[in-house]
Structure formats: structure tokens, C-alpha cells
């Protein structure tokens, strides 16, 4: 497979934030710290790994992060949240999540770290925040998504052109949690394959089959040939691809390969034919600062 060497020149950057109530002097305060590890771009770099299960299917977007041979003791101050810059050194993405948990595997110098996190700061309102939703008949669901918005604090709302013309055909009386109302939405609109998820901070309501997408990618190079899945009831197909990852990539999103890709990766003349959009429903990535990790798998519909 013939991968360009910037694909080589991989870098994972990470800094931690937390806060705790301390005395300072005799009385009590918050006091904030922080701490970074970067990656040289050039040279030895930490050996650093991160592997995550992202999906536009209700499921909540988890990363885990193992460092080999990391001295700081993290544990000695309640971390919370983590940012990493990850990706390749000239085009990384940042990635901003809540730690859920944090120990060694082998204590000691030489042991692994492993760091347990979830995509996104609005993750916790997600699950837990209370809705009340009482519209009528004819009632447009990007109304419905700026309540559930709204309430969740996210920073905004992301409607595809599809999704933003669905109207209620019944009146809809729901209580309940944020995720189990999107739920809920996701079964009123099955006919369109509905798919609301939390994008980081950004509600997102889309209409995969239909020709909605968050952002549209290139895919230069692919792993092996796409597998194709017969399709659902109403002739839907689906498709799996696996190649290096491309961390700009998110559930929401559409891959297009040209034909060129297929030519170069499989020696498959014309199979541009067979596919050339993908619409992807959720992905699993692995990505490391050293040797040969490097791919993402992905689910999704294929746009004909």
C-alpha cells in the first residue's frame, strides 16, 4: 500500500486538567493544575497508543489511551479532563474528553498507563438531564432538537438538509432522559433512518440514507477492499472499510473514494463503480507514536 510520509510523522500530544479544594494558608480554596506530554516532531517519541469506539447509534463515544514507560504519577491528582492533539504532524485534530478512569497495568517504570475516557463534556448532561416534550401534530423536529439543545448546554446543533424537513405526523408527549428522548425521536422517523448523537458538544440529527452529512472526506488509501452487506428491508445497503485513520473523520460523515483509490490500493480496474460514498454510521480506530498502528474500521450506508 503506498502511503504518503507524512503518514509516517504521527503524533499524540496530551495535557490533563483538574481542579481540588486545598487550604492555602488557613483557609480553603479551588486551586487548578495541569500537565502535558508532547510529542517531538522529529526524534524518539513516547511511546504512546490510543484506541476508540465512536458511533452515531445512541452509544457513548469512548477513547482508552495506554503510555508505556510514563513516569509522572497522574494519580496523585484527580485529573478530570484531557485534551490530545492527535494525528499526523502537519494536519492534527484536537480531542477534548472527561476521564473516567486511570490506572497502571504493571506498576513501575516500565509498566503501561491506561487512561479511560468519554468523547465529549456534554456526555454527563446527556445521560442524565430530564426533558418534558409536548408538541403538536406538524411540529418540525429542528424545533424539537433546539429544545433537547437547550437544555443539554450544548454549543450548537448540527441539522442535516433532510433531517431539517421532517415534520411530526402525531403529537408527541415525552418525559424523560436527553438520550432516551433522541431515542425516541430516532423510532418517530425510522423511515427516514433517523440518527441523533451527541458530536462532542454539538447535537447532531441526520438523515444518513438520504443524502445528509456533518462534513464530506477523500479517502486516498484503503487497507483491503470494501465489504458489502446486503441491505435492510427497505434496500439499504451497508459497507465496512478498513484503512490508515483519518482522525478528522467522525460518525455524521461521508467518505467519498475516487476510483483512483481502488486502482492504487487493490489493483481493482474501474471498482470505483462499486462504491463510491459512504455514509458512516460508526468506526473503530487504533493509532500509535510507534511502528505500525494505524487504522480505522467503518460502518456506514452506501449512497447509490
Known amino acids: 500500500m503506498a502511503v504518503s510520509l507524512e503518514r509516517f510523522n504521527r503524533i499524540i500530544d496530551i495535557s490533563f486538567s483538574g481542579s481540588a479544594t486545598r487550604y492555602v494558608g488557613s483557609s480553603l480554596n479551588q486551586i487548578g493544575f495541569t500537565r502535558s506530554i508532547l510529542c517531538p516532531r522529529r526524534g524518539i517519541k513516547p511511546d504512546i497508543q490510543i484506541n476508540g469506539t465512536l458511533g452515531a447509534d445512541g452509544n457513548l463515544w469512548a477513547l482508552h489511551i495506554m503510555i ?135 447535537l447532531c440529527a441526520i438523515c444518513p440514507t438520504e443524502g445528509d452529512f456533518v462534513q464530506q472526506h477523500i479517502l486516498q488509501y484503503l487497507s483491503a477492499p470494501p465489504q458489502q452487506n446486503p441491505g435492510d428491508s427497505q434496500g439499504t445497503w451497508t459497507t465496512q472499510i478498513t484503512a490508515p485513520w483519518m482522525p478528522e473523520v467522525m460518525p455524521g460523515d461521508e467518505i467519498a473514494i475516487p476510483s483512483q483509490t481502488y486502482i492504487r490500493n487493490n489493483q481493482l480496474v474501474g471498482a470505483g463503480s462499486k462504491l463510491q460514498r459512504l455514509h458512516v454510521v460508526k468506526m473503530s480506530f487504533h493509532f500509535g507514536t510507534r511502528g505500525s498502528i494505524n487504522q480505522m474500521t467503518c460502518d456506514g450506508y452506501i449512497v447509490r
Not at 492534527?92 to 490506572?103: K, L, R, S
Not at 504493571?106 to 468519554?118: K, R
Not at 424539537?144 to 431539517?164: R, T
Open 68 to 202: 508505556k514507560n510514563f513516569y509522572y504519577d497522574l494519580r496523585s491528582e484527580p485529573y478530570s479532563k484531557i485534551k490530545l492533539r492527535v494525528g499526523y504532524a502537519n494536519k492534527p485534530i484536537t480531542i477534548e474528553a472527561n476521564i473516567t478512569n486511570m490506572y497502571q497495568q504493571t506498576p513501575g517504570p516500565d509498566g503501561t498507563t491506561v487512561i479511560e475516557c468519554i468523547y465529549g463534556s456534554a456526555t454527563k448532561q446527556w445521560l442524565d438531564t430530564m426533558v418534558n416534550l409536548n408538541y403538536e401534530k406538524d411540529t418540525s423536529l429542528s424545533v424539537i432538537i433546539e429544545a433537547i439543545k437547550n437544555k443539554l448546554n450544548a454549543v450548537d446543533k448540527k441539522m442535516g438538509v433532510k433531517a431539517d424537513r421532517l415534520k411530526l405526523e402525531e403529537p408527541l408527549q415525552f418525559e424523560g432522559s436527553a438520550r432516551e428522548a433522541l431515542a425516541h425521536l430516532e423510532q418517530r422517523f425510522q423511515g427516514s433512518h433517523l440518527q441523533t448523537f451527541m458530536r462532542g458538544d454539538i
